[in-house]
């Protein structure tokens, strides 16, 4: 397997943020056309999570002008699914012409991995669970900005759409709450 010339860009970057090197697997579509490429990094950003991240969504065009993106996100290691839900994100972005951007909902995707979730959707937003990264990288003439999924209940979602991504993350920040326990309650 031989990630793409972007995701091999884009690789240091989550090296440098995890610290260990990644386990990198490739995630196709049911298709067998499509594919992604997902690193994961165990205990990262804490002991019991396991990070993943995008490499090679950025090899598409998503409608951002000089922008290309890289998906990344955390979740408790009993729940195996975690690269999958990105690569669905990822397909959905590519594939389907999901919204990319910060603030942007990809609906559902936890339920392909789990019967009636509490959390069944997906918010993007800016990273904020590692300290230092991912930073947007800027090659060969384009901008290589990452973005966070974080699960997010029915309610929430509702919440975001109608007063913004920023009301909602405020909330989770306020309520000190936990956004990597899959069963968390919902802020909204």
């Given at each position: ?97 999901y919204p990319v951007h ?87």
């Amino acid at each position: 397997m031989s990630i793409s010339d972007r995701g091999k860009l884009a690789a240091p970057e989550l090296m440098r943020t995890w610290g260990p090197k990644p386990e990198v697997f490739r995630h196709w579509d049911e298709d067998k056309r499509n594919f992604v490429d997902v690193a994961t990094c165990r205990n990262s950003p804490v002991e019991g999570v396991t990070a993943a991240g995008t490499l090679g969504l950025s090899d598409h065009k998503l409608g951002l002008r000089g922008v290309r993106v890289e998906l990344i996100g955390a979740f408790p290691r009993e729940f195996a699914d975690g690269a999958n839900v990105l690569a669905t994100c990822a397909f959905n972005a590519f594939k389907d012409s999901y919204p990319v951007h910060p603030g942007a909902i990809h609906l559902g995707v936890l339920s392909l991995y789990r019967s009636s979730p509490p959390l069944p959707h997906v918010l993007l937003v800016d990273p904020f669970l590692w300290d230092d990264g991912p930073h947007t990288l800027n090659l060969e003439g384009i901008a290589l900005a990452w973005l966070m999924a974080v699960p997010v209940s029915e309610s929430e979602r509702r919440f975001a759409e109608e007063r913004g991504a920023d009301a909602l993350t405020s909330r989770f920040e306020d309520q000190s709450m936990d956004i990597l326990d899959l069963y968390r309650p919902a802020v909204a």
